[in-house]
Nanobody, 119 residues
Framework: QVQLQESGPGLVKPSQTLSLTCTVS??????????WTWIRQPPGKGLEWMGF???????YYSPSLKSHTSISRDTSKNQVSLQLRSVTPEDTAVYYC???????????WGQGTQVTVSS
């Protein structure tokens, strides 16, 4: 069973960079056709797909977030990371690390981590 655990600061100041890490267990992040995705849910709103890094290191981002989002990986630690630059209070959300499959299935989710952007 694949398990994902998000970690990072719960509070970030406006204009700073939000950095989160997802530690994956039960599968290698280099397993073929696995995509490691970040999804967020602002308070009172729906889920927002942010982007992924693939099993072979390719990245793809939501067009609306591409200019200030980066997703990377550390294969030695089996971790995936998210960086969101120049955050505003509108970036306040629960952030989820998710395993995505070909065809758009999302079979495994982390528990999510709350990030608040506030001065």
């Amino acid at each position: 069973q694949v398990q994902l655990q998000e970690s990072g600061p719960g509070l970030v100041k406006p204009s700073q960079t939000l950095s989160l890490t997802c530690t994956v267990s039960g599968a290698s992040i280099t397993t073929s056709h696995y995509y490691w995705t970040w999804i967020r849910q602002p308070p009172g709103k729906g889920l927002e797909w942010m982007g992924f890094i693939s099993y072979d290191g390719r990245t793809y981002y939501s067009p609306s977030l591409k200019s200030h989002t980066s997703i990377s990986r550390d294969t030695s630690k089996n971790q995936v990371s998210l960086q969101l630059r120049s955050v505003t209070p509108e970036d306040t959300a629960v952030y989820y690390c998710v395993r995505q499959m070909d065809g758009g299935d999302y079979p495994d989710w982390g528990q999510g981590t709350q990030v608040t952007v506030s001065s």
